[in-house]
């Protein structure tokens, strides 16, 4: 997916930062506790960021631009329904 953060953030102490006019590739962070309740996502390629991992971010500090990928399938974590919630028996 790609994401628009809603603030320009820094990462204290590392130089690394992103900026509010700026879309980038994001995943969703689902090795953190409450991810998906939260809506944590990792922004890939942020600004002096050269780790695998990612700025983390929650659902309140972003827009979703694009959707991509398994975002819009059945394995999507967040699009799985109950039997209940599909009308199966």
């Given at each position: 997916m790609k994401v628009r953060p809603l603030n320009?953030?820094?990462?204290?102490?590392?130089g690394i930062s992103v900026s509010k006019?700026?879309?980038?590739?994001?995943?969703?962070?689902?090795n953190q506790?409450?991810?998906q309740e939260r809506g944590l996502?990792?922004?890939?390629?942020?600004?002096g960021d050269t780790s695998d991992i990612g700025f983390l971010l929650d659902q309140?500090?972003?827009v979703?631009?694009?959707?991509?990928?398994?975002e819009n399938d059945d394995t999507n974590p967040n699009s799985i329904k109950t039997n209940e919630e599909k009308g199966d028996d």
């Open positions: 320009d953030f820094r990462m204290l102490g590392s006019d700026k879309v980038y590739d994001a995943i969703y962070a689902t506790p409450n991810w996502i990792f922004i890939q390629g942020a600004e309140t500090d972003y979703v631009e694009i959707l991509g990928g398994w």
